[in-house]
């Protein structure tokens, strides 16, 4: 998979955000529920230099509820603060400034004790693109302060947003990393529409979803597509060729075609990554926590 993901903006913003960091208490990371691993920015542990952690699970309403619990305790194990939220409709947020404030306790006890009472907490909020990282802001802000969109890249500059008399949040805007660490990340990531659509080739993309959607969640996509069965899987048939067999009986479910009666598998893959992302087939993290994400 040649992907180029990385835009040249994205090193400027790293570069500002190794610049604010000084400025911060807290990194509070909102990752995509769904994929609670692959949408964790791995350059975000040395831009915080330390500092305490605070992993917000977004878009929990998409996500299997099992898997996001299990994954909450496993970072809660790895001593970050978690908090789960949907940022649409606005659960979990009300809960985030007494949560930053917990994670915070000792630090704020600090303060009191040298005579700073009232000195604000200000927390920088990161994320990769389009993990609903603006929408949270304004849901916690309770006014529409950071620009929203349902496509990666879309906030550019940094900005302050005072929440309340002690909360100072530093919204930034969504960065990725140079490299995969593997395949699976990268589509993960194309999956739920963190990297831009045009650097894969949606009909594949659709088939390695497929196949991972049969894997882990077969049930589900039958139901979604009222299949009566999953076509099996034959022995040394890869991802791509199993998913697309899967694509094709979808195709002809929808009355997908193209000229001369062919199921029209261009079709279905862009439905199906459209359904997928609006959570509409469905509630499904693509990554077991068990496995350490690897499914």
Known sequence: ????????????????????????????????????????????????????RLILFNRTDQADPKETAAWMALYQRDGLGVLETDAKSGKGVSRFSATVREVLKDKIEAWRARGQVGRPVRVMVVGIPNVGKSTFINKVAGRKTAKAADKPGVTRGKQWISIDAGLDLLDTPGILWPRFEDETTGLHLAFTGAVKDEILDTETLGCRLMALLARRYPDALRTAYKLPELPPRQEEENDTAYGYRILEAAAVRRGMKISGGEADTERMARVLLDEFRAGRLGRFTLEPAEEGGHG
Do not use: F
């Open 1 to 52: 998979m040649n992907i180029q993901w990385y835009p040249g903006h994205m090193t400027k913003t790293r570069r500002q955000m190794e610049e604010d960091i000084r400025r911060v208490d807290l990194v509070a990371e909102v990752v995509d529920a769904r994929i609670p691993l692959s949408s964790r920015n791995p350059d975000i542990d040395a831009i915080a230099g330390g500092r305490p």
